[in-house]
């Protein structure tokens, strides 16, 4: 471990139910997120957005609370692939020994496809999860550090991979 490196242990757990036929994957919960308590708490991170025009929606002013209900009530389970490792700061180049969510009782709950928010969670998962790549997509992140993709792309990319299963 680097000096700048801190082992962290994801700080929440997943948003899902039996109900759930959808679930989105990100690596690990940013330095926002974990000090907010909860998924894409970053204010420039644009998945809350995404999700908003996807599901017909305002879900960017909702407390965690509601953010979980308004997911769950459309069947969309989020969680991260990793469940701890070493990283700088909020850098998925940074992560190093990364240990793993559990994400097949995730699988078992009922989801049908899973969509991984960037390249970093896309590569990590099939690394340790190769038994869904058949159930797998990656979808561009929605973070900050990704802006070769506008809010309208990304709602455009997101909204053909996931609504097909919302239906």
């Not at 757990?13 to 997120?33: F, Q, T, W």
């Not at 965690?64 to 389970?77: G, I, R």
């Not at 390249?119 to 990704?146: G, R, V, W």
């Amino acid at each position: 471990m680097t000096e700048k490196s801190l082992r962290i242990t994801h700080p929440f757990p997943p948003v899902c139910d039996k109900n759930s036929r959808v679930l989105i994957l990100g690596s690990l919960p940013s330095e926002a997120s974990r000090a907010a308590g909860f998924y894409y708490m970053h204010p420039r991170n644009r998945f809350w957005q995404t999700m908003s025009v996807l599901l017909k929606e305002d879900l960017t002013s909702l407390s965690a609370e509601q953010k979980t209900a308004a997911l769950l009530k459309h069947n969309v389970a989020i969680s991260d692939v990793i469940l701890s490792c070493e990283i700088h700061r909020s850098s998925d180049a940074s992560i190093k020994n990364a240990v793993c969510t559990d994400v097949d009782s995730l699988v078992s709950a009922g989801v049908q496809h899973v969509f991984l928010n960037g390249q970093k969670a896309y590569s990590l998962f099939l690394k340790h999860f190769p038994q869904y790549e058949a159930i797998a997509s990656c979808l561009p992140s929605t973070s900050p550090a990704n802006a070769k993709f506008s809010l309208e792309k990304l709602t455009e990319i997101w909204g053909e991979a996931i609504l097909p299963y919302l239906q």
